[in-house]
């Protein structure tokens, strides 16, 4: 898994970790608000999960694995074989990658406010979200079509 980020992206994305060790699961939780308001995109998610938070957390664990990593992907390839794995029991697409962001992203200004998530800061991360989800989305096509 190598990375196709620049450096500046690099240390965009690094530079964040310490504000998504302290909010990353109001991150996460305000993510996922957004994310819900589809409700075809809802109904993808286990809501047992939701309610105990468990799920919140584990990806805000996620993000902040990846931006403490984002030099060194390769340290992250368990973990997104086993996400990969995870989106082909729940049926997750290539499409639903732009949904997250969409909500992702402003969730990170939401709850770090404009002077922390500059436009800058959101730049840079949705280049690293895309490069994640490129990864993510190859993966999981080889999984799907091993299905098949």
Do not use: C
């Not at 990375?3 to 500046?8: N, Y």
């Not at 962001?101 to 998530?117: M, S």
């Amino acid at each position: 898994m190598t990375s196709k980020l620049s450096p500046a992206t690099i240390a965009i994305v690094k530079a964040t970790a310490p504000a998504l060790q302290q909010h990353g699961l109001a991150i996460t939780t305000r993510m996922y608000e957004r994310l819900f308001v589809d409700a075809d995109v809802k109904a993808m998610f286990d809501q047992a999960a939701q309610v105990s938070g468990e799920q919140p957390k584990r990806l805000a664990a996620a993000i902040l694995a990846f931006a403490q990593n984002v030099d060194k992907l390769e340290a992250l390839t368990g973990a997104v074989e086993r996400m990969a794995m995870r989106h082909v029991e729940t049926g997750v697409r290539a499409e639903h990658y732009p949904v997250v962001a969409a909500a992702l992203l402003p969730a990170i200004r939401d709850v770090l406010g404009a002077d922390l998530a500059t436009d800058e800061v959101l730049a840079a991360w949705a280049e690293a979200y895309g490069v994640l989800a490129d990864i993510l989305i190859g993966r999981e096509a080889q999984l799907y079509t091993e299905a098949a």
